[in-house]
């Protein structure tokens, strides 16, 4: 079982920057591919980023490249998501999740642990 909050979420300007932090409870979280994902109002959810349990390697989506960076510390059991040069389509409630090892953008691969969500507002 793992469980997962997210926090840091706001309101920012166009051009801005947040933090976003997701906290992770379980002995073995370096086990675990940690990912974030968004949910815009109408829209479905979709992907941003991911990283691997040693934290070598990262899965950004086009959309994002560039901008945003994840990293873990897995000692403190905690990943985030730095996002850069934000625009106001990156508006979203954004979601942390944890899968087991693999590749996350394969197409059978599944997140199985979720966080209640952080909202993030990019005004413009």
């Known amino acids: 079982q793992v469980q997962l909050v997210e926090s840091g979420g706001g309101l920012v300007q166009a051009g801005g920057s947040l933090r976003l932090s997701c906290a992770a409870s379980?002995?073995?979280?370096?086990?675990?591919?940690m990912g974030w994902f968004r949910q815009a109002p109408g829209k479905e959810r979709e992907f941003v980023a991911a990283?691997?349990?040693?934290?070598?390697?990262?899965w950004y989506a086009d959309s994002v490249k560039g901008r945003f960076t994840i990293s873990r510390d897995n000692a403190k059991t905690a990943v985030y998501l730095q996002m850069d040069s934000l625009k106001p389509e990156d508006t979203a409630d954004y979601y942390c999740a944890a899968g087991p090892p693999g590749t996350p953008t394969g197409p059978r691969y599944q997140f199985g642990y979720w966080g209640q969500g952080t909202q993030v507002t990019v005004s413009s």
């Open positions: 379980g002995r073995t979280f370096n086990n675990y591919v």
């Open positions: 990283i691997s349990g040693t934290g070598g390697r990262t």
